[in-house]
């Protein structure tokens, strides 16, 4: 029923920045808590980022100080703006509820980090 869309992923330097959108086609994260995943080739996807309905933020301890993760009911969004990139960070980034994720997957958004 919900559709989650992930775009704004691309090809950056280390050290660049990235900001990842998640359209839903409704505001689920008005009552979800949300998240962003992500899972690089070879390896099972893990959590990132999430923020509540309350706006509490909570981070894998390898972004924190550098992700930053928020919503936006008026466009049914919610973003992941990456900053200071790694080449750890490469992976695919998908989006879902939190901690279960239960809806269905969205084909992801590609980020890659390299020089």
């Known amino acids: 029923q919900v559709q989650l869309v992930e775009s704004g992923g691309g090809l950056v330097q280390p050290g660049g920045s990235l900001r990842l959108s998640c359209a839903t086609s409704r505001s689920i994260f008005s009552i979800y808590t949300m998240a962003w995943f992500r899972q690089a080739p070879g390896k099972q996807r893990e959590w990132v980022a999430s923020?509540?309905?309350?706006?509490?933020?909570n981070y894998q301890d390898s972004v924190k100080g550098r992700f930053t993760i928020s919503s936006d009911s008026a466009e049914n969004t919610v973003y992941l703006q990456m900053n200071s990139l790694k080449p750890e960070d490469t992976a695919v980034y998908y989006c879902?509820?939190?901690?279960?994720?239960?809806?269905?997957w969205g084909q992801g958004t590609q980020v890659t980090v390299s020089s």
């Open positions: 923020i509540t309905v309350g706006s509490n933020r």
């Open positions: 879902n509820k939190f901690p279960t994720a239960t809806l269905a």
